[in-house]
């Protein structure tokens, strides 16, 4: 069993940055892939980042590519998204989850409860 609860959300003006953390129980942590992902009012729940277990695979969303950065310190069980340059359009209640390496909320068994992330223009 695998518990997640995400932190460092808030609201920040358009251009601004933000780092989310992922802080993970659990002594299996560093064996499951992580990824981001989000939902904004009225719309779907979608794919934002993952990470391979031991960091050596990584993928975007082309929404966020080259803005965000995954990372991960499995001897913290904490995995990160720095988000630069957001955009009113990154406003979003963000997820992280754990499980197999994919683009696709099935792939992933653990969810954390979830962060606001609201970028102002």
């Known amino acids: 069993q695998v518990q997640l609860v995400e932190s460092g959300g808030g609201m920040v003006q358009g251009g601004g940055s933000l780092r989310l953390s992922c802080e993970a129980s659990?002594?299996?942590?560093?064996?499951?892939?992580v990824g981001w992902f989000r939902q904004a009012p009225g719309k779907e729940r979608e794919f934002v980042a993952a990470?391979?277990?031991?960091?050596?695979?990584?993928y975007y969303a082309d929404s966020v590519e080259d803005r965000f950065t995954i990372s991960r310190d499995n001897a913290k069980n904490t995995v990160y998204l720095q988000m630069n340059s957001l955009k009113p359009e990154d406003t979003a209640v963000y997820y992280c989850?754990?499980?197999?390496?994919?683009?696709?909320?099935?792939?992933?068994?653990?969810w954390g409860q979830g962060i606001q992330v609201t970028v102002s223009s």
């Open positions: 989850a754990a499980g197999r390496f994919g683009r696709i909320a099935i792939d992933y068994d653990y």
């Open positions: 659990g002594r299996t942590f560093s064996s499951y892939a």
């Open positions: 990470i391979s277990w031991r960091s050596r695979y990584t």
